[in-house]
């Protein structure tokens, strides 16, 4: 097994027995005192091993193609019900999208333009976080590995003709390959409500 996929593997179950944990201690109101950064970087993380491991699930038991329909139709209800055990709104966006609904607002462009520049700087990138009227948004960067390069690396290198024409069928407008390993491949947005345990 690549230490890629071993990695992510291990990531997912973790996020997952957090998540199982935290039964019912989901929101500002009922968690120990943290900044809304943190908090927004906790819901980011805990989504991200849901995603893992149900995609890890897919690749496994179906290969790579399987892969393609699982986020077609998983991902977004997977998303869903994190944000609903969290009270929050999650999203995750791309100036290279690859689902239409996915595309990156003119202030969201403006932190990953940023966040490349960054990165071409030799920089770390930071997450952000926006006050709003009502809570908080966060930006968290999303960075390809080794496994996302099987569905958003280079044509005919990291994706076989095959299944990129797999991915044309469900995405025609798709523009999300030509990743490298260590790219900004998109980023997730974090809607946060107010609560009394946030510490500013």
């Not at 989901?26 to 943190?38: A, G, K, Q, R, V």
């Not at 019900?81 to 966006?93: E, G, N, P, Q």
Request: with cysteine; proline share 4%; aromatic share 8%.
């Amino acid at each position: 097994m690549k230490r890629s996929t071993a990695f992510i593997i291990l990531i997912g179950l973790f996020f997952i027995s957090c998540h199982q944990g935290d039964k019912g201690k989901n929101n500002f109101n009922s968690s120990p005192e943290i900044t809304p950064l943190e908090f927004g970087n906790n819901i980011a993380l805990k989504t991200m091993g849901i995603l893992g491991k149900n995609l890890m699930h897919a690749i496994n038991s179906e290969g790579t193609e399987q892969a393609i329909s699982f986020c077609s139709s998983r991902a977004i209800p997977l998303t869903d019900s994190m944000a609903l055990s969290f009270d929050a709104k999650i999203k995750r966006v791309s100036d290279r999208n690859r689902n239409p609904n996915n595309k990156a607002s003119t202030v969201e462009l403006d932190y990953i333009n940023n966040s490349k520049e960054a990165i071409s700087k030799g920089q770390t990138i930071k997450p952000k976080l926006i006050t709003t009227e009502n809570g908080y948004i966060g930006y968290y960067p999303i960075m390809t590995n080794g496994l996302c390069l099987k569905c958003h690396g280079q044509l005919n290198k990291d994706i076989a003709a095959d299944l990129y024409s797999k991915i044309k069928q469900l995405y025609p407008q798709d523009s999300a390959i030509g990743y490298k390993e260590g790219e900004l491949r998109g980023i997730w947005v974090i809607e946060m409500n107010n609560g009394k345990n946030i510490v500013n």
